[in-house]
């Protein structure tokens, strides 16, 4: 069996998040499998959380970046690894300290399974992800069809990304630029998915504080579930369910059209954008705001009029 005990790297981005990276640092570095390092990406933050990270030392590394979210501060982190293995803390979130080893143990228990992922507990709920149907008695669970899963939910398996897979399998699965706006963890987990299904640790090692003060907390809710739309849409084509396709067409001609206006409100043109062209290549092009549908017939006419040109 192959002894990942020494060769795993934790990412923990961070934004603002002085006042819990002291505790999430140190839920990292006294876990009962000690990981290979700790690296520490700074998204751009104003608060003091570089020096608390940089007090730290060895095996403690900070990355600092402009601002650019959560998916380019994990996805820079996972370029910086070491290790062989990644595993992902958020900075606003509070760990068990048998988490490492559950899940690498879990993943050596199942071989089959390209990631695994931690049972997670929503502090202001008391609810716990993954949702009750993934579980049963076993200490473990091979998540059969996870890409399927996702999609027909239409939200990430691996609450607060407590999840841990390959450094290879996180670097193919990111994006490359700053990604979506929103949706970010069920974007990544679903094309993480497209290479194999998960296992999960039905042991909770992860206690999530939405809301608290970290990356965590700067998502706009009116742009998250187009995100999730399109994350979905893009991952389709990697599955061959019929009631995958089913449940994510039926999501983005219930939704779509009702999302537009709001988009358009905060900005958010680009997103308002491809949301249209998905309705439209959908046939739903009657549900599209009048503007938006203008927009959309005049790209389509200079894209034509280049291939035209080219001929």
Known sequence: MTDHRSDVSIVIPCFNAGQVLS????SALSQTL???EVIVVDDGSSDSSIEIASNFGPP????SQANQGANCARRNGTSACRGSLVAFQDADDSFSRTRLEELVNAMESNKECIAAIGATSVVSTNSILPEASFTDTQSTLHIAGTLDRML????????AMNLLTTTAHAKDAFRVGAGYPAAN???FQLRLATKGDFVL????????RPG??????RGASGIQPACAILACLDALGASSDPMSRQKVRA????RGPTLIPPLLKSGHYQIAMQLSRRLLLNGHWHTIPRRIWWGVQETAARRDRKERAKE
């Open 23 to 26: 505790e999430c640092i140190e």
């Open 185 to 187: 963890d069920l974007d």
């Open 60 to 63: 403690v590394r900070v990355i």
């Open 152 to 159: 027909q939910l239409g939200s990430p398996i691996a609450g």
């Open 201 to 208: 640790s039905r042991h909770v090692s992860c206690w999530y």
């Open 251 to 254: 999501r983005l001609r219930e």
């Open 34 to 36: 000690p990981a290979r």
């Open 212 to 217: 608290a003060n970290g990356i965590t907390a």
